[in-house]
């Protein structure tokens, strides 16, 4: 997992999680408590309420991505970064400031001006974007999009998302964003649900990955909540987001969410990382994060042999047991012991699902090959 530089500020496995704060320049976004068109209100906004309560980053908004909103030109944006310039001139506490733009102009403009990083919302559907963000050293966040500068998030399905990230390549600063909540008409919770489930996944690019949860639809439709109550839901998700792998976490409350996101780097388990030998500890739980990380390293393994399992199976008669231990010495990858209330069966997915093959596997096999689907 590569770690990034943001001038100065680390983000990767080797840094604690970095914590987003937003700013937005622009009357049309639709969370008024980070609104401000006036530079003076909104450099005590960020002093305040952002670098005051813990943010490293502060994300200054042009406009509103919301899809009902017209979308603005490069020139339309161009026109309140002096805003947005004048308010990070005025800001006395220390942050990364990034722009966040789906345009190239905007974003040379801005890092002229000061600015330290770019958030790319079109996901370099702009394919000048890496240009200008390399030529500038800078970090850049990338979120998954079509490759139309109208459309930023609007993908559905899950393995499109990863491969919009591919768009026009990726920098070597480049975080990636699987771009959660609702871009599009036909985008559903439920999408940004297993994204969610499969955060892992992401991983497989080996860049920082960065998430913004904050409040989104997907969370609060399983808790029934209205935005204004759904606090406590983004924290859970926080924890779990940085538990399955997210380094940058994009928040308006940010006081609450860094206590989160302490939780979450503190049980995070530790992924061992040897850059002196080139060793480390790929977080592997299911085929489908295995398959990305193959895919990364061009290797032709099975997926399913990278990822083990442990079960307990109850109940087998004694002619059950036999035939399991028939097949298990026949397959190096598994393995079968004495549970104090039953069998124990360990093996790799690949392992299991080749005895669960065989016409005389016990039938709770078949639950075991069940699950992995």
Not at 271 to 278: F, K, S
Request: charged share 30%.
């Amino acid at each position: 997992m590569r770690n990034v530089d943001a001038a100065g500020l680390g983000i990767g496995d080797d840094y604690p999680t970095r914590i987003m704060g937003v700013l937005n320049v622009s009357k049309e976004s639709p969370y008024d408590p980070s609104v401000y068109d006036d530079p003076g209100e909104a450099a005590a906004y960020v002093d305040e309420e952002l670098i005051g309560e813990g943010a490293d980053i502060v994300d200054v908004g042009l406009e509103s991505a919301n899809k009902k909103f017209d979308v603005l030109s490069a020139e339309g944006e161009l026109e309140r970064l002096d805003t947005a310039i004048e308010t990070m001139e005025s800001v006395s506490g220390d942050a990364v400031f990034s722009i966040e733009t789906r345009y190239h102009e905007v974003a040379e403009a801005a890092l002229d001006a000061g600015f330290d990083m770019v958030n790319d919302i079109c996901g370099f559907a702009d394919s000048e974007m890496p240009r200008v963000c390399e030529e500038y050293g800078v970090a850049v966040g990338k979120m998954a999009s079509p490759p139309d500068l109208e459309r930023p998030g609007a993908i559905e399905d899950v393995d499109d998302i990863y491969d919009a990230l591919a768009m026009n390549g990726l920098t070597d600063k480049t975080i990636i964003d699987p771009a959660f909540g609702g871009w599009s008409e036909a985008k559903t919770a439920a999408d940004d649900r297993e994204t969610f489930d499969r955060l892992r996944e992401f991983r497989g690019y080996g860049q920082p990955i960065l998430v913004s949860i904050n409040r989104k639809n997907f969370l609060r439709d399983l808790a029934d909540r209205p935005t204004d109550r759904a606090l406590p839901v983004s924290l859970a998700a926080t924890a779990m987001a940085i538990e399955r792998g997210a380094h940058v976490v994009r928040t308006h409350d940010v006081a609450e969410t860094l206590d989160a996101a302490k939780i979450g780097d503190r049980f995070t388990p530790d992924r061992t990382r040897d850059p002196a030998t080139g060793v480390e500890e790929l977080d592997v739980q299911t085929p489908g994060d295995a398959a990305r990380h193959l895919d990364r390293v061009s290797a032709s393994a099975d997926p399913e042999a990278a990822v083990s399992r442990v079960f307990e199976l109850g109940d087998l008669s004694d002619t059950e047991r036999d035939t399991l231990d028939s097949l298990a010495a026949e397959c190096p990858a598994v393995r079968v012991a004495d549970g104090e209330d039953g069998t124990l069966l360990f093996g790799t997915v690949a392992a299991l699902r080749a005895i669960a093959a065989d016409a005389d596997a016990p039938a709770p096999l078949g639950a075991i090959v069940a699950g992995e689907e």
